[in-house]
């Protein structure tokens, strides 16, 4: 069956890095968008990233310049470097391709 998995989430201090991944399987992730959104406490979840088939990327207003999102279609994976990280980008963070989401990994920014 179709899976997203979201990993490397963690505590990191503001001024600091995380790199999450999104590894797919059950279905052909070389032909999907992907997307990563973030649902900080008591609020929406938002579109952080995306990145086309092609390599293509789009990113919110607040993360452009400290996020970067690329793909890995021999390992079916999906990665969202942040870097300079604020206590603001605190977030359960997910991936999502149409009609499918994962389970969301956990990022918290605080000394």
């Known amino acids: 069956q179709v899976q997203l998995v979201e990993s490397g989430g963690g505590l990191v201090q503001p001024g600091g890095s995380l790199r999450l991944s999104c590894t797919a399987s059950g279905f052909t992730f070389s032909t999907y968008p992907i997307t990563w959104y973030r649902r900080a406490p008591g609020k929406e979840r938002k579109l952080v990233a995306s990145i086309t088939t092609t390599g293509s990327t789009n990113y919110a207003e607040s993360v452009k310049g400290r996020f970067t999102i690329s793909r890995d279609n021999a390992k079916n994976t999906v990665y969202l470097q942040m870097n300079s990280l604020k206590p603001e980008d605190t977030a359960v963070y997910y991936c999502?391709?149409?009609?499918?989401w994962g389970q969301g990994t956990q990022v918290t920014v605080s000394s």
């Open positions: 999502y391709t149409l009609p499918y």
